[in-house]
């Protein structure tokens, strides 16, 4: 019953993500959306308890996140900062893991989020401005899914020093 569930739960998330590309757009328009970007907040979705409880903490993840911004130079911003920052940009990273037969099956995403305003309309909106990354695995151990997030992180940093290059 369990390896079916998994298997479910796999087939399920490939075909979720398979329908969207997830990339780092590392050419004009993606530069652009960077270029200038002096700082930004970042929110860590929370985990499932049960991944908390095997001992992978959001508190953890977004302590790494953030050590990797700072070294590269990105100002980590207070909600202080952010609140007063144009256009309030922030890092989400989600990171979905359930526990299955092989360990943990996972799902991780990072998105840059700021506020946007709508030509047509004039509103402001938050809305994703540039999509990271996406990870989707199997593995036996926790630290691995942390590994991924630094991972995702990074893409995050190389992409923001190409488009910030003095």
Not at 90 to 118: K, P
Not at 135 to 164: C, H, M, P, Y
Request: overall charge neutral; proline content about 2%.
């Amino acid at each position: 019953m369990k390896r079916l569930i998994s298997i479910s739960v796999v087939a399920w998330l490939t075909l979720v993500t398979s329908t969207c590309a997830f990339a780092v757009d590392r050419g004009g328009e993606g530069r652009a959306i960077l270029r200038g970007l002096e700082g930004v907040r970042v929110v860590v979705e929370r985990l499932k308890p049960e991944i908390e409880r095997d001992g992978l903490f959001g508190s953890t993840l977004q302590t790494d996140a953030e050590l990797s911004l700072q070294m590269a130079g990105i100002k980590v911003l207070s909600e202080e900062d952010w609140l007063k920052t144009p256009g309030a940009p922030y890092l989400d990273l989600r990171v979905n893991a359930f526990q299955c037969a092989r360990g943990y099956v996972y799902n991780i995403y990072l998105t840059l989020e700021e506020q946007v305003t709508l030509v047509r309309e004039g509103l402001k909106v938050s809305a994703t401005t540039s999509k990271i990354g996406h990870q989707l695995g199997i593995t036996s151990s926790l630290s691995d899914i942390r590994g991924e997030a630094r991972d995702l992180v990074e893409e995050f940093v190389k992409a923001w020093q190409e488009a910030n290059r003095k």
